[in-house]
Nanobody, 117 residues
Framework: QVQLVESGGGLVQPGGSLRLSCAAS????????MAWYRQAPGKQRDLVAT?????????ADSVKGRFTISRDNAENTVSVYLQMNSLKPEDTAVYHC?????????WGQGTQVTVSS
């Protein structure tokens, strides 16, 4: 059983920054991929960024150059972060943390990010 807890969302003005955090605990397979997804109202959930255990990263075109994903690997816990800079109103969404290994997907409850003046 894996638990994921996100934090760091909030309201920010356009051009501002936020840092999201996600702490994963429980039985975690050593080699895994952690990711951030987001879902805006009335839209599908989209993949934002991923990072593998070995550090390989991927970003959606819409966030390249503005967002940075990183992670900390510990004995029984893993944390993933999303540094979001130059935020735009279209970045407004609920951001979900995901931990995956093989066919197993684990999700956090989500944290709201609102970019508005």
């Amino acid at each position: 059983q894996v638990q994921l807890v996100e934090s760091g969302g909030g309201l920010v003005q356009p051009g501002g920054s936020l840092r999201l955090s996600c702490a994963a605990s429980g039985t975690i397979f050593r080699f895994n991929t952690m990711a951030w997804y987001r879902q805006a109202p009335g839209k599908q959930r989209d993949l934002v960024a991923t990072i593998m255990t070995i550090g390989t990263v991927w970003y959606a075109d819409s966030v390249k150059g503005r967002f940075t994903i990183s992670r900390d690997n510990a004995e029984n816990t893993v944390s993933v972060y999303l540094q979001m800079n130059s935020l735009k109103p279209e970045d407004t969404a609920v951001y979900h943390c995901n931990l995956a290994y093989g066919p197993v997907q684990n999700w956090g409850q989500g944290t709201q990010v609102t970019v508005s003046s």
